[in-house]
């Protein structure tokens, strides 16, 4: 199965909050922290947690590029 | 200065493709490649070319999970 | 494998125009049409086509209500 | 009036949960369940409440492909 | 008519530039440059051309807010 | 230090509303009002409160427009 989006980030999660329509899910992608609000329904659904492997999941045109 | 957009990978640009109206810029961020997708006037006004350490920014709301 | 996006519409490609970054795809959803832009690689490496049959799929973020 | 968005998909609000600062509307188009997360503000100025019809409204940049 | 998207920015297009899949609007909003990238689609059955007195329409969980 | 997103509206807040998950941060933009959904960590991390000077940041992938 193959999606168009372009960016997968292999990582472990480390914290979810759970709102009453969103949640927060952050994944430690190697050396970065990745923050992720989704809808809580989603993460009730995939039962995530602490621990769980997982990749983040990024459209390119979401994507911007700063320059220092 | 700060920016509300939670997530910022720091990376070198290893390819720029100018289009008419877009361009997509891919950064080498660790292990990862991620791909961005700009204005063209963005790309040339900020000069980005490969080699530069550019930093991928994306706003938390954008990022998926995905559970294998 | 479970992908956060609350919504995934099946559908079959009915038009692919390749730009120089970015792609259309038009999908026919039922009695629906729906459009998406996404990266010229990836129409390229997935090999999408008038015909193929697959899923559009949006996050919960995304998604706009109107009332007449 | 026209809106440059590109996907317009006619439906019926089959429930809405309201958060502090969004809120989730979920709509039955066709066959398929569609979820949007809207602010609470919006919820509530356009009284969106189980039983309206609704369009919900997608930008093609905001769609992604899946081929299975 | 009403859009749960909460930015409605009136203005005047000052550009139009179209490519192959997207388009590239330019927007005057009071002293703000808004500048938007939609499909050359819509921009076509829009007949979007300089001049025209268009709003720019932007989802809240789109915008990011930045301090100096 | 720049930014590809186009957009860049100076404005003043004029309401913060904190969720559990996220944030709702009213700005006031010349004669507009601009509200945007970020993260509450981004709002606590940053401060926002009434009165602050800020900058509405928004990509133009992100903008539609409407023509009446």
Same mark, same amino acid.
């Given at each position: +199965?193959?999606? =168009?989006?372009?960016? #997968?980030?292999?990582?472990?999660?480390?914290?979810?909050?759970?709102?009453?329509?969103?949640?927060?899910?952050?994944?430690?992608?190697?050396?970065?922290?990745? @923050? =992720?609000?989704?809808?809580? #329904? =989603? &993460?009730? @659904? +995939?039962?995530?947690?602490?621990?769980?492997?997982?990749? &983040?999941?990024?459209?390119?045109?979401?994507? +911007?590029?700063?320059?220092?």
């Amino acid at each position: +199965m193959a999606l =168009s989006a372009r960016n #997968h980030l292999k990582g472990e999660i480390t914290e979810v909050v759970l709102g009453t329509v969103t949640a927060l899910i952050t994944v430690k992608v190697g050396d970065n922290i990745v @923050e =992720s609000v989704i809808t809580k #329904h =989603s &993460a009730e @659904e +995939m039962k995530l947690k602490k621990g769980d492997k997982v990749t &983040a999941v990024i459209k390119a045109t979401e994507v +911007m590029v700063q320059k220092d």
